[in-house]
């Protein structure tokens, strides 16, 4: 197996995404921390890893790899022990892609990075409710997914689940989940807390962004 280096910040939902599936495979790697307020992700030398300046960035023995998605289905191809977390089968792995790409479009980019990054990069305090409405229509979105299966693409554990609870959960900071409203969502994300390593990989991360998040002293207008 060749050196893993992840490049990323632990708050940053994708980056956490790539440490749930590093650490459900088992996998050692080396964490480069990139400071993305100094700009970090725009020096010369991450920008030859991955040219889009954003996190995270993969090196398999030299082999750059970007997007959590593309980098989380690479790994679980390669180095997983079985298909369960990315099915060979294709029926199977298009739901799972049909998850992956869900969250890249709207649970992460419309709902989580379209409040955020005006919050943490532009000094905005105000939150339009509309982008609270997103965020509620994303819960009620991945409520239906689980209504007849404990994952959000089927009955196993999928590098799907890895996407969409680092972005839900760092969701919980502008809206909490409603258990009377969302009860399928609030016994999934309760169930991804009970893995062995979601603390390490995601639970430790999604705090720092929470408290830096409220530390912002937003406000929701209408």
């Known amino acids: 197996m060749g050196k893993l280096v992840l490049y990323g910040i632990e708050a940053s939902p994708p980056v956490r995404t790539v440490l749930l599936t590093l650490n459900a495979l088992d996998l050692p790697y080396e964490f480069v921390a990139v400071d993305l307020f ?8 991450y920008l030859k890893i991955n040219p889009t300046g954003t996190v995270p960035a993969l090196l398999d023995d030299g082999q750059a790899i970007s997007d959590s998605h593309a980098i989380s289905a690479y790994l679980a191809s390669k180095y997983g022990k079985d298909d369960s977390l990315y099915p060979k089968d294709l029926v199977k ?10 969250d890249a479009g709207v649970a992460f980019e419309r709902a989580l990075r ?7 990069f532009n000094n905005e305090t105000n939150v339009p409710q509309q982008k609270i409405n997103n965020i509620a229509e994303v819960y009620d979105i991945v409520n239906k997914l689980l209504q007849n299966h404990p994952y959000v693409a089927g009955d196993n554990l999928t590098i799907a689940d890895f996407s969409l609870i680092t972005s839900i959960s760092s969701l919980q900071a ?9 009860p399928n969502l609030v016994a999934w994300i309760k169930r991804l807390e009970q893995l062995p390593y979601y603390e390490k990989a995601n639970g430790n991360g999604v705090k ?3 408290e830096l998040i409220k530390s912002k002293n937003i406000t929701i207008v209408s």
């Open 114 to 120: 379209g409040t955020t990054k005006p919050i943490l």
């Open 208 to 210: 720092q962004l929470i």
């Open 38 to 45: 100094a700009q970090g992700n725009k020096s010369e030398e």
């Open 93 to 102: 792995r298009s739901v799972v892609d049909h998850r992956l790409y869900f």
């Open 174 to 182: 502008y809206l909490e989940s409603d258990v009377a409203k969302y």
